[in-house]
């Protein structure tokens, strides 16, 4: 067993809504180990996506504790938490999100300018190369298909090598084939020593994952390690 | 890669507003440069004219002496005229270093500008004016053969104008008055250029006014002793005395309030322009939630979100700034001609003077506008919250 990446212990996220409470995530015990490859499925609202955000220290914690690689986060501040996100982890959107007016090899220089790194640009481009993008280099994102976007937000969340990556359904917006082959690509990252945690709601491709963890209504219902 | 060029670029995402935004900024920029540079053009122009007379004092028949100040500056009709006696009384003072008389006449020519007809301005003016005005040349031709002689030196742009070279004959037309051209001066960039100059006895004779004058000039050996000089002449019956540096004063004083109106304009085109900035860029936040919110989770700080809206900002005033710069040179022309047919009295010369050390400070200005106009809109964008931010976008 590796170093542990996610600890979580009784992890809580309520939402209010008007009178209502919504607890999104509820009371959540969890831990995810390096190495692992692990996908969170479930239903629609069965709070994938917020564990995600909160183990991506994106969104803050109602109760419980959670450790991000020994880093205790439940109460951490936005301009501590902001150096674990640009470090440790890697993000990847449904939606791919790059940034329109770069091109594909800004949006990884980008990533490496916030974070501080000094890296050439043929160490970006070698990460293009690796998610078989070399071509595409200077491209603008509304130049790209859709299946080309994710691979290159796959190449900008490894640009700074991080400790883990966060998927969340990154296969949303692909079809069959393309989504296949992102899945290719987590699986040999994985391969390399690389943790990943992918939130989806495709049986067919979370089901190829190493670790299966089910949600409903905020709780794990499944942990199948 | 860095922040200005990620800044650029995304300006560059919708073309026409940021082109807009720009262009508000610029005209505003442009606005405020030649207001400043026709300030500075003016005054320069005014005291240099002022200064280009040569005295420091003028005598004058009694009236509104400023008006009479700028009579002698601008010329035209209606002057008053005094007797020639009270030059003969002062010339022996030994507190004057030079002095000289003066007699104006102006008058309307049917045929000049090719028929259009205008005054023209003539002066009855004896050797000393020349001693008065050291810097004053002659182009071609000489100074007059005699104190009677029908002859006349033209000013550069009078005989510009008239078409005249020496040798050529003048008509003086309302006196029936035919004269010669025996000189013409260089040009001075002052009010004598415009001036045709004949003896003071000629011009006494062929205008009927003998043992008249317009104006006495006077420079002292001591500026200091303006007050003694003005009181002992103070008594001194159809007389007045009119210092010229009081006329600038005045003439300034006049046009500062004119200025006020102006820079209110100008104020005001500065407030417009940075409201159209802060809307532009709040709007482009407003747009980009997600965007920013996504570039809080790869790692962006608030500080950088904070620097980059800041600097699209900057971006924009400060090509607004450059643009405004341009506008400002190329219609400072234009910009005073206006200026010249609004103006009651316009000095001759550069009245909008546009110099790099103005332009720096309205490039510096423009970037000050853009740091403060971007404050705001990058503390909205900085303080967004990742999640909510993309979620919010969604």
Redesign the interface.
């Known amino acids: 067993m590796g170093e542990l990446i996610v600890k979580a212990e009784k992890l809580t996220k309520v939402y209010k809504l008007s009178a209502e409470e919504i607890a999104a995530v509820n009371n959540v015990d969890l831990e995810i180990s390096s190495g692992e490859f692990v996908s969170i499925m479930g239903p629609s609202g069965s709070g994938k996506t917020t564990l995600l955000d909160m183990v991506g220290c994106l969104d803050s914690i109602t109760s419980g504790q959670l450790e991000i690689l020994g880093n205790d986060v439940s109460k951490m501040k936005e301009s501590r938490l902001v150096n674990i996100r640009r470090r440790k982890i890697g993000f990847i959107f449904q939606d791919f999100s790059l940034i329109p007016s770069l091109t594909a090899l800004e949006n990884i220089q980008l990533t490496l300018y916030f974070a501080g790194i000094q890296k050439k640009p043929k160490e970006s481009i070698r990460l293009l190369e690796k998610v078989s993008l070399a071509h595409r280099v200077n491209h603008l994102p509304k130049q790209l298909s859709g299946g080309e976007k994710q691979r290159v937000a796959i190449a900008r969340a490894l640009a700074t090598e991080p400790k883990f990556l966060l998927a969340d359904e990154p296969t949303g917006h692909l079809d069959i084939e393309n989504s296949q082959e992102i899945l290719s690509i987590f699986k040999q990252l994985n391969e390399e020593g690389l943790t990943i945690i992918m939130a989806t709601h495709n049986q067919k491709l979370g089901l190829q994952a190493k670790r299966i963890i089910y949600l409903v209504d905020g709780r794990i219902v499944e942990n199948n390690k | ?3 200005i060029s ?1 800044a650029y ?2 300006l ?2 919708k073309k026409i507003r940021s082109v807009l935004t720009i262009g508000g900024v610029g005209i505003a920029v442009a606005v405020l440069v030649s207001l400043m540079g026709f300030d500075r053009g003016y005054q320069e122009s005014l005291t240099g004219n002022i200064d280009k007379m040569g005295y420091q004092l003028l005598i004058t028949a009694k009236g509104c002496p400023y008006e009479a100040a700028t009579m002698m500056l601008k010329g035209g009709g209606g002057l008053r005229y005094m007797e020639k006696d009270i030059y003969d009384k002062i010339r022996g003072d030994t507190r004057i270093d030079k002095v000289t008389p003066q007699l104006v006449s102006t008058v309307y020519d049917p045929d000049r500008l090719d028929g259009q007809g205008g005054f023209v301005m003539y002066m009855g003016i004896i050797k000393s004016y020349l001693e008065l005005k050291p810097w004053v040349k002659f182009k071609s031709g000489q100074w007059f053969t005699s104190e009677t002689a029908e002859e006349v030196i033209m000013g550069y742009e009078a005989a510009e104008v008239e078409q005249r070279l020496v040798g050529d004959k003048i008509f003086v037309s309302n006196v029936n008055k035919v004269l010669t051209v025996i000189g013409i001066f260089e040009r001075s960039g002052t009010q004598d250029d415009g001036i045709v100059f004949l003896p003071l006895k000629t011009a006494q004779q062929i205008f009927s006014l003998p043992d008249k004058l317009t104006g006495v000039g006077i420079k002292l050996k001591n500026i200091q002793e303006i007050g003694s000089f003005e009181e002992d002449l103070y008594n001194e019956p159809g007389i007045q005395i009119i210092s010229m540096a009081q006329v600038r004063g005045t003439i300034l004083n006049l046009i500062s309030s004119a200025k006020v109106m102006t820079n209110s304009v100008a104020v005001i085109a500065i407030f417009i322009a940075v409201i159209g900035v802060v809307n532009t860029i709040l709007m482009s936040v407003f747009e980009r939630t ?2 920013i919110g ?9 500080m ?1 979100i904070f620097r980059l809206v800041w600097m699209e900002t900057i971006l924009v005033c400060s090509l607004g700034g450059i643009l405004g710069s341009i506008l400002a040179l190329s219609g400072s022309s234009l910009v005073e001609h206006i200026i010249k047919m609004v103006l009651p009295y316009a000095p001759s010369g550069q009245l909008v003077l546009i110099k790099p050390g103005l332009l720096f400070v309205a490039f510096i200005g423009a970037i000050i506008l853009g740091i403060i106009a971007g404050i705001y809109p990058a503390w909205r964008a900085a303080s967004m ?3 909510e931010a ?1 979620r919010t976008g ?1």
């Not at chain 2, 996504?294 to 608030?302: H, L, N, T």
Request: no cysteine.
């Open positions: 890669m860095n922040i990620i670029k995304n560059k995402r997600r965007e996504v570039m809080k989770a790869i790692g962006a700080s608030a950088d919250r990742p999640v993309i969604e």
